[in-house]
Each structure stands twice: as C-alpha cells, then as structure tokens.
C-alpha cells in the first residue's frame, strides 16, 4: 500500500514540478510580448508575440483561408510577410514554389510572430467573417446532392461576388475526432445577404460531407467563413462559356442567378453534364434563365443514359461537347467549376478553339 | 565496480562504445536524417547538448530523488518525462536566443525527445554504476560519438548517391547494411579499453 502511494505522490511530484517549470518557462521565455503587425501598409494591430500568424490574425477576426487548422498540411494560408518573419522554416518549404520564397511568401500557420512585422494580404480577406448560421433545409436534389440554405441571425449580412466560396467549420462527431474546414461554392445570388445556398455531394468517407448529409439537421448551428476565392463574374462584354459537372453547377447558378435579376443579357452558353437523367437537378431554374434570358443556352450531355431516360441526345464527356457546339473560343471567356481532371481536359479543349488562357476562369473543387 | 578514469569513458564513449555502432540505439533519426552532412553535424549537436544535460539531470533526479524514497524502479518512466520536459524547455531556450541555431536544428529538437540513445545513457550510467564525473564524461562522449557516427554516414551517402543501387535497397535499406559495415569497422576499436 505504501509503495503505491510512494509511487503515485512522487511520480505525480516530478510531473508537476516539470509542468510548472515549463508553464513557468512558457511565460518568461517563451513570450515575446506585444509586438506591431503592420498589415498592407496601413493597418496597424498589436498582437502577442510567440503566436503564429494565423493565429494572431484569426484573433483580430482577419480570416485566412486555412483547410488543416494550421498543421502546415493544406498550403492555403500563405501570406506575404515584408519584413520581421524571420527565416522559412523547414515544415514550410513544401508548399512554398521557388518564386513565392523570394517575394516573401509564407505559411502563416507555422511563423510566427517573434518581432514587429510587417505583411501583405488581398484586400478582400479584411471582408472575411465568420458567421454563425441556423440550418434553414437540407434537402436532396438528386441520389447524393443536398441542398443546403443557411439562415444568419437577425441583423447580420455577408457580402460576396458570385462565384466565390465559404469554408464549412465541420465539427468533432462520432467516428470525426478534428474540426475541419471545407470549402463550398455559393449557390445563391449576391444579393441575397441574409440567407446562403449551398450544393453539398457525398464523399463516401468524406469528413464534412458525411457530417452534412447524415448528421446536420434543421434548426443546427453551423460555423462558416467567408467569402474567399478569386474565381467571381466578370463585367465585361465577352460572350461567356460556362461549364461544370455534378456539384460545380453552384457557382455557375450564383453567377446565373446574378445575371437574371440584373437583366445582364450577355451571350452565354453553359455546357453541363452528368450520367443519367436522374443525376440533373435544378433545370426547373434552368428553364427559367432560358425564358427570360434570350442570349442563355444551356447544352448538356447524358454520358451513362439509362434505358428508361430515352436519351437521344449527346452522351460525350464536357471537353468534346465543348467542340462539337463552340466553333471558337476568340474574344470570348470561361467560367468552369468541377473535378481538377474535368478542369484540365475542359481547359484543353478551349485553348485548342481558340479561348486564350488569361480569360479561362476556374474553381477546381479538390 | 573498478574506478574508471572519466577520461577513458569519454574517449570510449565515443569509439569502442559507440551508441549506434555497437549499441544501435538512436537508429531511427540516425536512418532517417543522415543523407545530408549539414544536417547530420546539427543534429548530433543537438543530441549531445540534450543528452549531456539530461544525463546529469537524471543523475541527480535518481541519486536524489528516486534511491533516497526507494522507488528506483520507476526509473524508466521518470527519465522519460525528465527527457521530454528539458526538450521542450531547450527549444524555448534557443527558439527565443539562438534564432540561426533554432532555425538550423528546427524540427530535430522535438525529434531528440523520441531518440532512445539519450534514454538509453542514462539507464547505462545506472546499471555501471557511474559516479557524477564519469556520467558526464560518459554523456558527452555518446553525444559525440552518435554524431560521429552520423556525419560519417552521411559523407558515405553523399557520395554513393549518384551511385547504381539494386532498386529495393534504396535508402534506408543500403543505409542498413552500410551500418553494418561501418559497425564491424568499430569492433576493430574493440577491447581497447573496458567500461562495463
Ligand atoms: C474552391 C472550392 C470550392 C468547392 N465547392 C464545392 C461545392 O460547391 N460543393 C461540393 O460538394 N464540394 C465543393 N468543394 C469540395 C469540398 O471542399 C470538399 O473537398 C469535398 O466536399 C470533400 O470533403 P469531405 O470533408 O467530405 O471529404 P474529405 O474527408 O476531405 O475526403 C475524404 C477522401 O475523399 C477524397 N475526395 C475528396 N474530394 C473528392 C471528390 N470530389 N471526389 C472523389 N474523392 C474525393 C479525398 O482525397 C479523401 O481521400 C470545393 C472545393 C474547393 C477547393
Ligand atoms: S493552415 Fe493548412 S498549411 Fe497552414
């Protein structure tokens, strides 16, 4: 009995004797006290020094895309750091191409801050929030498509342009031991500020997705940040050429959604596909753009048409149906969103007819 | 236990003891980061700055804390977080003063806490019966003995890297059995002088 309690209390005395000192060393050594950050040359904020980046930013509501939470295994949060980062560190490296060391480019997640610093960020992160939606509808439009409509308490608003996208803070549940960030396109218009639309697929195994299509019910709060991206509608007079497959319709529908209630009647054909009839969602909104938008077309292609679909029409993949209807792609712009795979040979093919790189824009969903 | 001078204990510790080569403890970071020299010679510093402090530190924890209470046994797990506690308490140290050395050794401090080289001097100094002095000299010894060790490895990697390898024994593998060569090498010190 006695060599257990010797055991317990001396064990229990090194450890805590270690952890105090460490506690203690944490406080003294370890910190860096306040220190300047001089954001864009004219946003000055005074943070704790001996936190990272991103979290000295996070804590003045500064939102930096970040999918791993800050492990320094996603690369989204790079940041340009003028002065006072300190040298790259070697957890950094991977991300980080050979242009982006030289002008300054950082993980934010793993500098931190041990000195008055100075850094550099889009001006568009400064409107990036984070916001505490209720679950409006979550429904299925299709076999593995949900319809997510997020409602924001009384008062609150957020601003986007259509085509840009929010991060899902997914929560721990069973079988989901970390938080996680997802990004999602916004389906929903611009004008639209107090309610978001989203278009959710299942991931078989997928962390976020699984949570949204099992768990996230009516009523259920949901973190979200936003808006990011540089992927948004353009004003210009090109005549636009959209494509997407299965869930890369939602930026597309923001865009088109945008362009309806603005009567913008710009020339516009957007190419979609999916393998069966019953994989199609959303052409009730479809068919209204095509009544009310005189220069809107809407190509799409069955690739895997079951026999009760009686498909007649095009069974080819979005590349080759890109090429069958666009004679050329001179003078005009693309917005596509889907699968990097899709992306790359959708890509190929308008560049093949013409379209020059500079005007093809995208959001590959990975 | 016959005196032995802590001179010959350290120059033993670095050839005819030689933690890896005739111990091998410390294999795994030994294997993994000895493909560069630079690298190599940082982590060998590092490991014998942690080891020689935490070998005079768990000398005093178990001379003055673990015997007097009668509780030796516990010996293993107290080393252990004694290890882990001055790792982290290091990294601070040099993270806030010794930014250029933080920054070459970065991501190796946090790896020594794992390295069973460093536990294994200080189970040793308590089996042989080593006395304050000789666990020093025995601690620093092993620090430079390990990274002799490694940088030795790592010229011989350096230069058989343009080399033709049978496919399945690229990296680690070759590294193995070159280990082994460079071990055999060692035995020839061997018998030289005794410490156990
Ligand atoms: C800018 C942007 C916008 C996006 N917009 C949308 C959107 O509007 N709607 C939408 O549904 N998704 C969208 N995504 C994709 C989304 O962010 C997630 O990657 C996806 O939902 C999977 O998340 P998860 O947590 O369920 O799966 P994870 O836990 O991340 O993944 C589980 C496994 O599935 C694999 N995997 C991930 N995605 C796919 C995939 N598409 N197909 C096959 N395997 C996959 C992963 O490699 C992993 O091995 C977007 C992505 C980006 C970058
Ligand atoms: S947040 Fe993922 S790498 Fe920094």
Redesign the pocket.
């Known amino acids: 009995m006695n060599d257990i309690l010797t055991t317990v209390i001396s064990i229990s005395a090194i450890s805590g004797t270690l952890a105090l000192l460490l506690s203690i060393a944490n406080r003294t050594i370890a910190n860096y006290g306040d220190k300047k950050m001089l954001i864009n040359n004219e946003k000055e904020l005074i943070v704790d020094g001996g936190d990272t980046l991103l979290s000295s930013l996070i804590e003045n509501e500064i939102f930096i895309p970040s999918?791993c939470g800050g492990k320094g295994s996603c690369g989204y949060c790079k940041v340009k750091v003028l002065e006072g980062g300190g040298e790259v560190l070697p957890t950094e490296l991977g991300y980080l191409t050979k242009e982006d060391q030289d002008g300054g480019v950082r993980l934010s997640c793993q500098c931190k801050v041990k000195e008055d610093i100075s850094i550099e960020i889009p001006e568009e992160l400064f409107n990036v929030k984070q916001y505490d939606y209720t679950v409006k509808q979550n429904n299925l439009v299709n076999s593995t498509?949900k319809h997510l409509v997020l409602d924001l308490p009384a008062g609150k608003e957020i601003d986007f342009k259509p085509g840009q996208?929010i991060q899902i803070l997914?929560p721990t549940y069973k079988g989901n031991d970390e938080e996680?960030y997802?990004?999602?396109?916004l389906?929903s218009p611009p004008s639209q500020k107090h309610t978001i639309e989203?278009?959710?697929?299942?991931?078989?195994?997928?962390?976020?997705?699984?949570?949204?299509h099992t768990l996230l019910k009516e009523g259920q709060k949901l973190t979200v940040v936003g808006p990011?991206?540089d992927?948004y509608y353009r004003e210009s007079e090109r005549e636009m050429v959209m494509v997407a497959i299965?869930?890369?319709m939602?930026?597309i529908m923001s865009i088109l959604r945008h362009m309806h209630e603005n009567k913008i009647h710009r020339k516009c054909t957007f190419f979609f596909s999916a393998r069966n009839k019953q994989e199609l969602y959303m052409m009730d909104k479809i068919a209204e753009f095509e009544k009310d938008m005189p220069n809107f077309k809407f190509i799409y292609s069955l690739t895997r048409a079951t026999d009760e679909d009686q498909w007649e029409g095009d069974k080819v993949r979005v590349p080759d149906l890109i090429k069958k209807y666009l004679e050329n792609g001179a003078n005009k712009e693309a917005y596509m969103?889907g699968?990097p795979k899709m992306i790359d040979s959708a890509a190929e093919a308008l560049v093949e007819i013409g379209m020059e790189e500079a005007f093809i824009y995208y959001?590959?969903?990975? | 236990m016959l005196e032995i001078n802590p001179l010959i204990i350290f120059f033993a510790a670095i050839f005819t003891n030689n933690m890896i080569m005739s111990n091998f403890l410390g294999m795994c970071s030994f294997i993994a980061v000895s493909s560069e020299i630079k690298t190599s010679l940082s982590l060998g510093q590092a490991v014998t700055f942690v080891l020689t402090f935490t070998t005079l530190l768990n000398y005093m924890v178990y001379h003055y804390i673990l015997v007097p209470l009668g509780i030796e046994y516990l010996r293993y797990i107290v080393f252990i977080i004694v290890i882990a506690a001055f790792t982290q308490l290091v990294e601070m140290i040099i993270d806030r003063y010794f930014p250029t050395l933080y920054h070459a050794l970065g991501i190796f401090l946090p790896l020594i806490t794992v390295n069973c080289a460093i536990l294994g001097v200080s189970l040793f100094m308590i089996i042989r019966d080593y006395n304050l002095m000789q666990s020093l000299a025995f601690g620093v010894g092993s620090g430079l003995g390990w990274t002799l060790a490694i940088v030795t490895m790592a010229g011989i990697r350096q230069k058989i890297k343009n080399n033709p390898i049978p496919k399945g024994l690229e990296g680690p593998g070759i590294t193995l059995i070159i280990t082994g060569l460079m071990a055999l090498a060692f035995i020839g010190f061997s018998g030289i002088v005794q410490i156990q």
């Open positions: 999918a498509i996208y997914t996680v997802r990004a999602y396109s389906a989203l278009f959710i697929g299942l991931i078989p195994e997928g962390i976020c997705t699984t949570y949204v990011f991206g992927f299965g869930t890369g939602a930026p969103c699968s959001d590959k969903f990975e």
